[in-house]
């Protein structure tokens, strides 16, 4: 265990692939899944004497990527080559933007349905917006992959339009990176701009981590992690790591600015190589790109400016009643936001449909294993079931029989009713008998009701309900029982 409690700063470089028809450079379409290098032509292979033509598409989304977090966009960019000597980028260098991006400034919010669960009642800054530095736009490399004695290429992903989005180092724990990962990806989800799928290499990142001692106000050597591609390899990364920098540094082990590469299966980074600054990369403007005047493309993307997640939980609160906590779980998704918005339109109890999806839906989405696109309970059946209980038709545990059988067959809620034979008896007639039943077998209740004990009628509520089958309405009984004590 490390001897001494360092400081740890930390930023975070975010690739992400826009959703676009077609690549940054060329006509060439944009898909995942396609066969190995069919999805190519002579400009995104970097064959001589081929020519990029800018897409207008990509530029015009990593502005709205810009405005939902807050950035400002000059009013002239232009685009660099990047030296890069790597055999899946075929071109060897990159054609990417250097001191004009399209996004400066900002930052990402860090919402709190955005931290691991185990970590949501332990945050140690709520509210906290960690800055953003710049979000500029470049092509996507190919994709490498490694077998025991050889490699193959596959330059389908090649040129795709590829956002970088740099952090301020103001990151403080593996929690932060991990919420500031996930808000973006809802953020960028929200504006439809990408799938951000870490999985499939939509979305990637690097993690710088330097430590310092207490007191120190000087950084202390950047240490890189590249490639991270999934959530919980970004947590346990940067946990490692900052164990490893702790211990060195307790053995008077200086770090040196280096790149290391996370072993998902050994849980440990090893070095790839030491200190690489952008002089290193060789920058020069691309000539065969003529810098661009934003103005057009920067009032085009102002329309398409989404309500965000924190927007959204607001008015969930504000006009739907929801409490902060069921607020912040429904916009925590865009699917689920859109989901519940539909089952609420109409409904009574905006706070009862939440309910259900929180409490119930999410459970038997988790216990079955499912995603919430494999959802198989329609927003309306959600409501129409929310409606029966409102109604009175159906009690609270009849209705999570229903939900039960929602859940495993689709059907409609009212059908699953009327085929259990669980409606709710709201008869006075019927009702009125059983409760004379009751009364004439619980006489001493009765005498301490008319003596004022009114929490004695509960009991014999609860007579009717069993003599009934449950299938007794249990407002209709209370209020005739009432009518029968106190009339």
């Keep these: 265990m490390p001897k001494e409690d360092y400081l740890v700063t930390i930023g975070l470089e975010v690739h992400c692939q826009l959703r676009t028809a077609s690549k940054m450079f060329c006509g060439c379409p944009v898909r995942y899944g396609d066969e190995p290098n069919t999805l190519t032509c002579p400009v995104c292979l970097g064959l001589p004497g081929a020519l990029p033509v800018l897409n207008a598409g990509a530029i015009e989304g990593t502005i709205l990527a810009g405005m939902c977090l807050g950035c400002s966009t000059p009013p002239l960019v232009k685009w660099d080559r990047k030296s890069y000597f790597y055999p899946d980028m075929p071109k060897n260098y990159q054609t990417t933007q250097f001191d004009l991006p399209l996004c400066l400034g900002g930052g990402v919010p860090l919402y709190e349905a955005a931290y691991p669960k185990d970590w949501q009642k332990k945050i140690v800054r709520p509210n906290h917006t960690i800055g953003l530095t710049r979000i500029h736009l470049e092509e ?8 025991a004695a ?3 290429l596959d330059f389908n992903r090649a040129g795709t339009p590829l956002m970088e989005l740099v952090s301020e180092p103001e990151i403080e724990s593996a929690e932060e990176a991990v919420a500031y990962i996930s808000s973006l990806r809802q953020i960028l989800i929200y504006a439809d701009l990408s799938d951000a799928d870490m999985e499939k290499g939509q979305m990637r990142c690097d993690v710088n981590i330097s430590l310092r001692p207490h007191g120190q106000e000087k950084l202390g050597a950047k240490i890189e992690l590249k490639n991270l591609n999934s ?18 540094l307790d053995l008077g082990i200086p770090q040196v600015q280096s ?7 050994r849980g440990e980074t090893a070095i790839m190589r030491t200190k690489e600054d952008a002089h290193d990369y060789r920058y020069l403007p691309c000539p065969d790109l003529l810098p ?3 103005a057009d493309l920067i009032a085009a ?12 939980r607001a008015r969930f609160v504000n006009e739907g009643g929801l409490t902060e906590y069921d607020a912040g779980v429904l916009a925590s998704e865009k ?14 109890k905006p706070k009862t449909i939440a309910n259900w999806i929180i409490n119930d839906l999410l459970s038997a989405l988790n216990a079955a294993s499912l995603t919430f696109s494999e959802n198989p309970v329609s927003a309306a059946h959600l409501r129409e079931l929310a409606a029966l209980v409102d109604d009175g038709k159906i009690n609270n545990a009849q209705a999570k029989e229903v939900f039960t059988e929602l859940f495993a067959t689709g ?15 709201s008869d006075t007639g019927f009702l009125d008998e059983i409760i004379t039943q009751v009364l004439a077998a619980n006489a001493d209740a009765v005498e301490k009701i008319k003596g004022g004990n009114d929490k004695a009628i509960n009991a014999l509520k609860g007579q009717v309900m069993k003599l009934s089958q449950g299938k007794a309405n249990p407002k209709v009984v209370g209020d005739l029982l009432e009518a029968r004590l106190k009339g």
Excluded: C, M, N
């Design 411 to 425: 059907a409609a809620p009212a059908q699953i009713v009327k085929t259990k034979g669980l409606e709710q008896v």
């Design 259 to 265: 790149t290391r590469r996370w072993d998902d299966e």
């Design 335 to 348: 699917a689920l936001a859109d989901y519940f918005e539909a089952a609420a339109t109409g409904a009574g």
């Design 301 to 312: 993307a102002r329309k398409r400016v989404p309500e965000l997640p924190h927007e959204k």
């Design 292 to 294: 661009l005047h934003t």
């Design 231 to 248: 959530v919980s390899a970004i947590r346990r990364a940067i946990h490692h790591e900052i164990g490893r920098q702790s211990e060195e």
């Design 150 to 152: 050889y490699s193959t």
């Design 140 to 147: 996507d490399v190919g994709k490498s992959t490694h077998q």
